[in-house]
């Protein structure tokens, strides 16, 4: 089985967090790295310092893989068996979004590994596409959120963390290199994450 690392950057970590971390299922080698180091207090800058920290430790290690929960995410106790299982270079589960209340997985308008220009839009903005996706189990996709992902050692040792060009978040533009490098990025449809608000209330995605 696969080594993995589990990564969680800190800001504000929540025990439902801490708890579906720790009931991980798995038979294999896991590690578990709860980092928090945020040294700037600016929200994008520190972000993105967690992530490159993280990927120094993992390729500095005997890791394969790296599972991110960020630490307001909820998943499943099989969200790294199903997730591994996909065999893909970038497995997601799913959760919210806060605010536009719309999923993290992105549909990939083409099966891989052809490519379309456009990345797509979360799959339930189209009616029906959420369902259709459930039905089938496991999707191709093309994004986005990081808040679980798995991610291969590949992955990690040809895509670097860089500074968003437009100073915020910087994922969004990692996701969009990943896609364009061809990657193959897949979804797990009965991985369904919780995403805890600040105000305590968790978000599910519909079932």
């Known amino acids: 089985m696969l080594d993995i690392l589990v990564f969680t950057p800190v800001y504000r ?5 801490v708890a579906a971390i720790f009931s991980l299922e798995w038979e294999g080698p896991i590690s ?7 040294p700037t ?28 929960i960020e630490n307001d995410i909820i998943p499943p ?24 209340n719309v999923s993290n997985i992105l549909q990939r308008y083409y099966d891989w590994p052809t490519q379309a220009r456009n990345m797509g839009e979360s799959i339930q903005i189209q009616p029906g596409l959420w369902a259709a996706a459930q039905k089938r189990g496991v999707i191709d996709c093309s994004g986005s959120g990081l808040g ?4 291969r ?8 963390f860089e500074k968003s060009s437009s100073d915020g978040f910087f ?9 364009r490098k061809g990657y ?14 600040i105000d305590g209330q968790v978000l599910w995605p519909p079932r």
């Open 13 to 17: 970590l929540e025990p439902e967090t």
């Open 32 to 38: 578990l790295l709860l980092q928090r180091d945020n």
């Open 41 to 68: 207090g600016a929200p994008y800058l520190d972000h993105l310092h967690q992530y490159r920290r993280a990927q120094e430790l993992f390729l500095a290690g005997p890791y394969e893989a790296m599972l991110v």
């Open 77 to 100: 106790p099989d969200a790294l068996n199903r997730l591994t299982a996909l065999e893909c270079d970038v497995a997601y589960g799913c959760y919210q979004f806060r605010g536009g």
């Open 148 to 151: 679980c992902t798995l991610i």
């Open 153 to 160: 050692r590949q992955v990690l040792e040809e895509t670097p």
């Open 171 to 179: 994922d969004w533009e990692w996701t969009q290199t990943v896609y």
């Open 184 to 197: 193959r990025m897949r979804a797990e449809m009965n991985v369904l994450c919780g995403h805890k608000d």
